[in-house]
């Protein structure tokens, strides 16, 4: 897994959040929840964070829970690889965005691995960037009452609102 996969190595702040989550970055707490429709910036602006971080010497990882999911289906198989392979350096890196929460479905499995990843963050105080293109109350039934609750406590929402930016570029 790569701290930030290559397409996504965006080195600046974009506006109207870049001011607000530059200060969250800064204040070495909490979560940072990016919610809002598809195209809106929210990657762009979750990796502009993890850029940063990195190049503050802390240690970053973003990954799409898709992503997760399926490295984690892999070491099911044999193969030398175990979960702990998968799930310790994101529970542990000093920032983890994670990407795209509610776009798949995983099973049951998959599910309580991410509930363990968002407790072990949760209770060694590492901050979080949680990205999803879902409504808050619409996250609740993707993470489950625990997951839920410590996503949001002590967060910072920014929301975004507006027409899908690749629309525009085209």
Known sequence: IQPVPRRWRV???VEPHGGE????????????????????????????????????RRSVR???V????????????????????????LATCDLLALDDIGASRGGDREAWHLHELIG?????NRQT?????LAPEKL????????????????VRITFIGPSLRRVRK
């Not at 204040?27 to 990016?34: K, V």
Request: aromatic fraction near 8%; proline fraction near 2%.
């Open 120 to 124: 072990m963050r949760h209770k060694n």
């Open 11 to 13: 080195r600046r702040f």
């Open 140 to 155: 609740l039934p993707e993470l489950g009452d625990r997951a839920y609750e410590r996503m949001k406590e002590d967060s």
């Open 62 to 64: 973003l990954i799409e």
């Open 21 to 56: 989550a530059r200060d969250w970055l800064n204040s070495q707490c909490g979560n940072l929840l990016l919610l809002g429709s598809v195209g809106t910036g929210k990657t762009s602006l979750a990796c502009a964070i993890c850029w940063e971080a990195a190049h503050s």
């Open 129 to 133: 960037i949680f990205i999803s293109n």
């Open 66 to 89: 898709s992503e997760f999911q399926s490295a984690l289906r892999d070491t099911w198989g044999g193969g030398g690889r175990r979960e702990s392979d998968v799930t310790q350096p």
